[in-house]
């Protein structure tokens, strides 16, 4: 049990550290060979602070534990919107000035609802897992069209504004992406042993680890970005992340995960923890969009946000304790 733990510990600090260095190194080779900014921040930057979430719920399924897969993919939306956007919200309120981040509010509630609507029968098939990945395979293609096309975006200029910043020579860029993505791999398996053996320690499901522990673990680069782009005023990269994860997580992670093996989900994944995750898609929706005002999330809108969490939390907590799942 204590292994188990140390494991997690150590494998979480390593998946992090790592996914910095994949998203450092993938994004300045993209720069290098003149990829475009808008791009660089939607695709590149997306799939790099998603990739923790991607390698752990596939490892999790290849070793058949559906509950862990489930968990962290359905658990690090939750944790991005009510945790990452509410704490970043405090630090500095996020104004919505991107017409392409605008854009992704209700597709990411449509998508929301394409999965809710796949787990009525409590199982994500290979069927299903092939769907996701198709849609998400459009609309990769409809971003890239997107950027291509787009002259002046302010995704496109904050994350110009970033890399010029942060500029690496190609031979360093290309070797913190190759160790970023050694890292990862190996962290992810580190992580994803000691999550198993802690449930079991601890007479818990894997699902409940991958909702809470190993969730929160693998959302820890987006919250470090999204608070450092608050800091910054970088209102649309903060929000990009966390719209761009979910996306991710949702369609690839969920399509991947699905496609390696197929898994059950319990009604209580349906019940508890997708309604919480559609509820809170729905109220960024809301508060983010603006409708007839700019769009912005306020340090109320952020608290409340916060608060949700602590509450969602709470909940997964005491059904250890009462023996609900």
């Not at 608050?230 to 369609?251: C, M």
């Not at 700019?294 to 250890?320: D, F, K, M, Q």
Request: net charge neutral; hydrophobic share 55%.
């Amino acid at each position: 049990m204590t292994l188990a733990l140390i494991a997690v510990v150590s494998g979480l600090a390593l998946l992090v550290w790592s996914a910095d260095l994949f998203v450092e190194g993938s994004a300045s080779t993209a720069r290098h060979f003149r990829m475009p900014p808008l791009l660089i921040g939607m695709v590149i930057v997306g799939f790099g602070t998603s990739a923790p979430e991607m390698l752990v719920s596939a490892l999790a399924a290849s070793q058949g534990n559906g509950g862990i897969a489930l968990g962290n993919a359905y658990g690090s939306n939750i944790t991005n919107i009510a945790m990452i956007l509410g704490v970043t919200a405090l630090i500095s309120p996020i104004a919505v000035h991107s017409q392409v981040l605008r854009r992704e509010l209700p597709i990411l509630t449509a998508v929301t609802a394409l999965a809710a609507w796949q787990l009525r029968d409590g199982e994500i098939t290979r069927l299903d897992a092939t769907v996701l990945l198709a849609v998400f395979g459009g609309l990769l293609a409809w971003s890239i069209w997107q950027g291509l096309r787009r002259k002046q975006d302010a995704l496109a200029d904050q994350m110009e504004q970033e890399l010029d910043a942060r500029a690496i020579s190609m031979r360093r860029a290309l070797s913190r992406l190759v160790l970023g993505l050694v890292l990862l791999l190996v962290s992810s398996r580190i992580l994803v042993w000691g999550a198993v053996e802690t449930a079991r320690g601890l007479g818990v499901s894997d699902l409940i680890i991958g909702l809470t522990i190993v969730a929160v673990g693998t959302s820890l680069p987006e919250l470090a970005s999204s608070i450092i782009a608050a800091r910054k005023g970088e209102h649309d990269i903060a929000l990009g992340n966390v719209l761009g994860s979910n996306l991710f997580n949702t369609l690839a992670v969920m399509g991947i995960a699905g496609s390696i093996h197929p898994m059950a989900a319990g009604p209580e994944v349906f019940n508890r923890d997708m309604l919480v995750m559609a509820a809170l898609t729905l109220s960024l929706f809301v508060i983010g969009y603006g409708f007839q005002r700019p769009g912005r999330i306020n340090r109320i809108e952020g608290a409340l946000l916060l608060l949700g969490y602590v509450c969602y939390t709470t909940y997964l907590i005491s059904t250890v304790f009462t023996g609900q799942v």
